[in-house]
């Protein structure tokens, strides 16, 4: 966040200068109105007097707005520039994150800092700037007349100022947890909402849409709860601040009508002006406060995501080209949290063998592929491919060499084509379709009505289908070294076949890892894994 801030440093400065500047011209009239009340009518050039007096107070009203136009467009423009880069900012770290921080989130926590926090930001910027800053600035430049027209008459002011200063502070600071906790609820409202929707065939088949309904109105119930308490205090600092000002009112014209010394006229007015004009500035702070506490949570909030560690910097690291070669896990050990996942370890995966890995469900065979990508780190042990030790290894170079297709087949929102080729321009649509046939799923490419064009729609496609285009875009993409997590587990049995077949043909150039439950799946390897209790149980050679 510095970072940002001081690449717009230069405007900044020109900003706060702009700031001084207006607020001190809103903060002068008065002070000529008083030189105008104290005019000696006795003296002959009494006219001259009054038309330079005019000619003063119009210029500043002339000049206050010029300068308040330049003041607005340049706030706004960079503050817009300032959100443009944080936004950016945070979707990069975003996308750096490891699995283990991005694990920490829920996508609609990630959802609700990238837009709603970042739109509190602008209004916190400019709530800061034009509502905190400039009446501040306002109230000084207030003080400071006051002390110039009468020292004493300043003195009763400018505590009245100060006692009204500290309500709003005290007060400011009660409604901000209250807000605190009220950005919580709507966190966790928005959590609800955002499993119903992602859930929601699940929510239809048993039945949930009751139970839901119970849990939503029980945490807009406590919401409404914190709101009704907020609204109560809300109020009440402003009758307080009214009394306080009235007394000190009272005080000044107690104090200037019942002394000795002469006071001028024009001073009086000036100094209960200033006491009487300090409230709205003053209630216009409280209010934007109260305001800026939500969005101060906001950046708090974009804080964390923004000082998280553990970035994925995926060149980091050696690029060893063409990267391929015997895949040796040592003594390997992996968790996620507290429980070990993985314990000790240890095997080979010759280079261009088709190896699989089974066991019982949860026992870390997922596990096992995530460390091999990277996507997790391991606690100790070492992971070699071709005797170089992947840790050594750049991500991007693990990843350009090593395809593979997960578990879950992940489909984005976009064509059919993007999906397959993820943007890579030597990919040809001859190459997917070839693939397609080669499969025999062809019709499954013809059902679609703009062809490769078409916009994938998650929720429209079958399991199978959607593991059938994963295992397209990850067979197109060459690598040395092949992975698939359960590719044919919800297909029909002639497709797996055909899967199976090119499998096979793939094995013969590049070393293939599966992840299966089948037992014809099995049956093809060289090597078989058999993973128990997170340790290697045994290893079968075919
Ligand atoms: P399956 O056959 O069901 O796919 P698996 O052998 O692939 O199971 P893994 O996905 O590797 O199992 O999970 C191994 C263990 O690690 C499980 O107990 C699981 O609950 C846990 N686990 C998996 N992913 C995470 C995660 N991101 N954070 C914490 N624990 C996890
Ligand atoms: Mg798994």
Known sequence: MKKILKKYIKQIIVIALLLIICDFLVALPPYIVKQVV????????????????????TSIHLGRLIFKYIRDVLINTTICKILKDIRKTLFNKILDFKMITFNKYNSAELYTRLTEDVDNLFALFLGFLYSILSNILYIVFMIIMMFVANINLAIIGAITVVIISFIVYKFTKILGNLDNEMLKKRDKENKEFSELYNKSKLTYLFQLQNKNIDKMNSLLYSELKIRKKYIFIHHFPYWLIAMVQAIGIYLIMYYALNINTIISLGSIYLVLYYTKECKTPLEEICNQLEEMQTCLNSYKRIKVLLNETGAEHIDQGTYINNLNGDIVFQNVFMKYDKEMILKNISFTIKKGSKVTVVGRTGVGKTTLINILMKL???????????????????????????????????????????????????????????????????????????????????????????????????????????????????????????????????????????????????????????????????????
Not at 41 to 51: A, H, L, P, R, Y
Not at 380 to 404: A, E, F, Q
Not at 486 to 514: A, C, F, R
């Open 38 to 57: 104290d005019i000696d009518f006795t003296k002959e050039d009494i006219i001259q007097t009054i038309i330079f007096l005019i000619c003063i107070y």
């Open 376 to 542: 997790y780190d391991i606690e100790s042990g070492k992971i070699l491919i071709n005797n170089y030790d992947i840790s050594t290894i750049s991500t991007k170079c693990l990843r350009d060499n090593v395809s593979y297709i997960s578990q879950n087949p992940y489909i984005f929102d976009d064509t059919l084509r993007n999906n397959i080729t993820l943007g890579k321009k030597d990919i040809t649509d001859k190459q997917i379709n070839d693939l397609a046939k080669e499969i025999g799923v062809q019709n499954l490419f013809k059902r679609m009505p703009e062809g490769l064009d078409t916009e994938i729609k998650i929720s429209e496609l079958s399991y199978g289908e959607l593991q059938i285009i994963a295992f397209i875009r990850a067979i197109i993409h060459k690598a040395n070294i092949y992975i698939f997590d359960e590719p044919t587990s919800n297909m029909d049995l002639k497709t797996e076949k055909t899967i199976q077949n090119i499998i096979d043909k793939i094995s013969k150039n590049s070393t293939v890892i599966i992840i299966a439950h089948r037992k014809s799946t099995i049956e093809n390897s060289d090597e078989i894994i058999y993973l128990k209790d997170g340790k290697v149980d045994i290893i079968l050679e075919q």
